[in-house]
């Protein structure tokens, strides 16, 4: 038994640890917290003083017993969770849950996972820092009780299955309002001039009119103005300048610049950064600090010198934008300069190189250039053409990095020809191109992130759960639509003639734009109506700074709490007395046909259009497209969708039907559902398509062999080809030539597969219904019906009794409301009974 225990958040990062100290050591990872509010209820005690109730989940509590033995039996135990609030609410909790003695216990933080910085760690050794658990405690419970209490009125005055939060719904709100702006832009066409131009040595270069022109005729006339003229330059500027590198990555900006660089979701971003940082490749990944010390520095200078030379080297520090850092004091940089890149995984090993990049750019010399403005005047008229260039001197940080921008238009400057004032210059053409204002660009994932951190809103940690969280709740989705065209004009002067043109652009894009659902934009009017301070931004931000005076030990968290309660919770309660159901709706307008109101709203099911007013017996009904939203659809798309479903007639004796369903269009044959390809209008669908559709489903469908008299089936899912056989899908690897399976092939996939899930299998209690399998990673999980649960490693699954297994089960198994509907109905049937007779 080793006489010293380390607790550290993750096996990944224990492995690496444990290289580094020697046999007194033992490291034992807590994987993550291993105690938390209870997810069934509210957890906190309003009543006194906000008390949160923290309690061991059924899936750590092996852990939590393994962890108390062995700490019990080690001299010293050593509480080495990450430097932030999240990491030393862990300490915590491990010090109440392990009940360990305070003197033989000791907190250390470390930057790095490097053998120098545990050891450093280990010789500085510090105690829990309260107002950092304070912060955490303070964030979790006021998140607690926002998402407690807000998200039942939702259910109530909206939909069931809704929740609220702090920062998502904050989120959510931008996104909306992005998109509301989009919508109520008023497209203006103007027309733009450039030039091309010849000196007299012979070199060409364009230049620009600064200004533009309203109308087709004021351009064509300023064409028909330059048949036969003279240019000249008329002044020309040459002034030196010079760009500097930027900061050190935070974990925003490293978001950020993954997502321009690397196009990699903020999510698996942070996923990567962690492995680098447990690999001891980087520095802790979760900062608000554009900070190196003084030894990066210093390592960082030496690999320019030996990399690019003297001249490339300038040391600078960086100063902090945001207010109340995370407490981690370092930016996100290698743990070694010398690693220009490494072996590993080519995702991580892409992110380690950026970050390798900004680290050691950030420490170089500007980059000198020399920057030429050129006018370029007439002889017949006062407009002056402009042209700008630029020139690179000297390299400088720009040998190894250049920051990108979420502007995609941004244009490079390029070098322009030499010159002299009052040279003449031959005009090669002009022209004036129609372009449209366009408004601003739907939020990526990179520039919400860059925009909550401008506001204060949320903490680099909270980043990546919260776009997860509102995308996943179906708030907000990613864009798919390829855009339409849009035809422009362009007039070209040429040897004193203008021709016309009629040109193409693709305009409306949101391909991977965060785009809000119907749902999305109706619980944001809901919240905003009736709890604006709670989506106010500055608010937001503002308990953002109360959090870091928390941490910084200047006010009490619970006091902080119940200002914030005391206006909070009866704003609840009002809302929910007197608030009006919200659904979204929109009248559209009046039903030729019938006459009667045609409107859009929020159903049980979905986005839906209805045909008569609310307390109509014989309303009708129809789902929203995919495609389609309350807040844009037209009433003569909204009537097309009561021309669904289609009867087509029948075909080999099955029944064909066009329709439009959750999911999308869809051809109905029989009992076999076709989806319609993306983009493709079922009300455009004629029987002889159909017919198309279904022919070449059932010839996809129609058995490749057979095995123990079961059909094979193959086909092409989002993880490759596969067979299907007996329900079961069995992928095929790469060793097999698909195209051309053979019966043995075939055999030899489904018994292989056959086997694997029996060799999944670790326990089995098949009158209960309850079976245990290996799972992903080397976890394991608890299947029983709809129920699944995940243990972590670290628990022996083979070795559960039944009665264990039944008591997780017990815990995670939903509060049945059933009894009290179906008592509701019995009583709603005798009266609406009752009401009948009366009537006759």
Do not use: C
């Not at 250390?108 to 760690?121: D, N, P, Q």
């Not at 912060?135 to 939909?159: C, F, I, M, T």
């Not at 659904?583 to 049980?604: A, F, H, M, N, Y």
């Not at 979905?606 to 045909?611: K, L, S, V």
């Amino acid at each position: 038994m080793a006489k010293n225990l380390v607790i550290v958040e993750s096996p990944a990062k224990a492995k690496t640890i444990e290289k580094f100290l020697g046999a007194d050591f033992q490291v034992e990872s807590s994987y993550g917290h291993i105690a938390d509010l209870p997810s069934k209820e509210i957890g906190v005690d309003v009543e006194n003083g906000f008390k949160p109730r923290y309690e061991v989940s059924p899936d750590k509590k092996a852990l939590v017993s393994k962890l108390k033995t062995l700490s019990k039996n080690a001299e010293m135990v050593w509480l080495a969770s990450d430097e932030d609030r999240e990491g030393e609410a862990i300490s915590w909790h491990l010090a109440e849950e392990l009940k360990l003695d305070s003197k033989k216990t000791k907190r250390i933080v470390f930057h790095e996972i490097t053998k120098s910085a545990i050891l450093k760690a280990i010789d500085n050794p510090r105690e829990i820092d309260y107002n950092l658990v304070n912060a955490q405690q303070a964030r979790r419970v006021l998140d607690r009780l926002v998402g407690y209490e807000l998200s039942p009125v939702l259910w109530r005055k909206v939909k069931g299955g809704l929740s609220a939060g702090r920062v998502q719904s904050v989120a959510v709100r931008l996104i909306v309002e992005r998109e509301r702006e989009i919508q109520d832009f008023k497209s203006v066409a103007t027309y733009s001039i450039t030039a091309e131009f010849i000196n007299e040595a012979g070199k060409s270069f364009k230049a620009k009119l600064p200004k533009n022109f309203g109308t087709k005729k004021e351009a064509e006339d300023f064409l028909n103005k330059n048949a036969g003229s003279i240019y000249k330059v008329s002044d020309l500027e040459t002034k030196p300048t010079r760009k500097s590198p930027a900061a050190p990555f935070t974990t925003s900006t490293l978001q950020q610049e993954a997502a321009r660089k690397l196009y990699l979701p903020v999510g698996i971003t942070m996923q990567l950064a962690q492995r680098l940082y447990e690999a001891g490749l980087i520095t802790y990944m979760r900062t608000d600090s554009v900070n190196l010390s003084q030894e990066a520095m210093g390592a960082a200078k030496a690999e320019i010198i030996t990399s690019y030379g003297e001249q490339f080297s300038k040391p600078r520090t960086f100063a902090n934008k945001s207010k109340g850092a995370q407490e981690a004091h370092e930016a996100i940089r290698p743990t070694d300069m010398s690693r220009h890149t490494v072996n590993i995984d080519r995702d991580q090993a892409r992110l380690y190189e950026l970050i390798w990049k900004r680290t050691l750019a950030s420490q170089m010399s500007d980059a000198e250039l020399e920057r030429t403005n050129v006018k370029i005047e007439a002889n017949n008229h006062s407009e002056l053409f402009s042209a700008t260039g630029e020139v690179l001197l000297f390299e400088g940080f720009l040998k190894v990095y250049l920051e990108g921008h979420d502007d995609d238009e941004e244009e490079q400057e390029g070098m322009l020809p030499a010159m002299k004032v009052g040279e003449r210059l031959q005009n090669s053409y002009i022209t004036a191109t129609e372009r449209y204002s366009r408004p601003s660009a739907r939020y990526t994932e990179a520039s919400l992130v860059k925009k909550l951190e401008e506001l204060g809103i949320g903490r680099p940690s909270t980043y990546a759960p919260t776009i997860s969280t509102i995308i996943n709740r179906n708030y907000v989705e990613k864009g798919n639509l390829e855009g339409q065209e849009r035809n422009y004009t362009q007039l070209t002067l040429v040897s004193g003639k203008v021709s016309e043109k009629q040109l193409k652009e693709n305009t409306g894009s949101d391909k991977g734009k965060l785009v809000p659902t119907d749902i999305g934009i109706i619980v944001t009017d809901f919240l905003v109506k009736n709890f604006g301070n709670i989506l106010d931004y500055n608010f937001t931000a503002k308990v953002e700074q109360d959090f870091d005076e928390i941490a910084e030990g200047n006010v009490n968290w619970a006091k902080m709490m119940q200002e914030f309660y005391s206006h909070f919770h009866p704003n609840v309660k009002e809302v929910e007395a007197n608030a009006e159901r919200e659904s979204g709706e929109r009248i559209l307008g009046k039903d030729p046909k019938t006459g009667r109101q045609v409107s859009v709203r929020l159903g049980k099911f979905g986005p839906m259009a209805q045909i008569g007013e609310p307390e109509d017996d014989d309303k009708l009904f129809a789902s929203l497209r995919t495609e389609q939203n309350i807040g844009s659809i037209t009433l003569e798309e909204a009537l097309n969708l009561f021309l669904l479903p289609k009867n087509l007639g029948i075909y080999k004796g099955e029944e064909v039907e066009v329709n439009n369903g959750r999911f999308g269009p869809y051809v109905r044959f029989g009992k076999v559902f076709i989806s319609l390809p993306k983009g493709e209008d079922p009300l455009d669908v004629t029987m002889d398509r159909a017919k198309e559709l279904v022919d070449e489903k059932l010839k996809a469908d129609a058995p490749i062999a057979h095995y123990k008299n079961e059909g094979v089936q193959k086909g092409v899912g989002r993880f490759g080809p596969f067979i299907k056989w007996n329900g079961l899908f069995i992928n095929v690897s790469k060793k097999y030539n698909f195209d051309n399976l053979s019966q043995s092939d075939i055999e030899t996939l489904i018994e292989e597969k056959l086997q694997k899930d029996i060799d999944k299998v670790l326990q089995n209690w098949p009158e209960e219904g309850i079976v245990i399998e290996k799972a992903r990673w080397g976890r394991s999980v608890i299947t029983k019906g709809k129920i699944k649960i995940e243990l972590s490693k670290d628990v022996d699954a083979a070795s559960l009794t039944l009665a264990q297994v039944q008591e997780m089960i017990e815990k995670k198994t939903p509060k049945k409301a059933v009894k009290k509907t179906v008592a509701k109905t019995i009583v709603k049937k005798p009266a609406a009974k009752k009401t009948a007779a009366k009537k006759k």
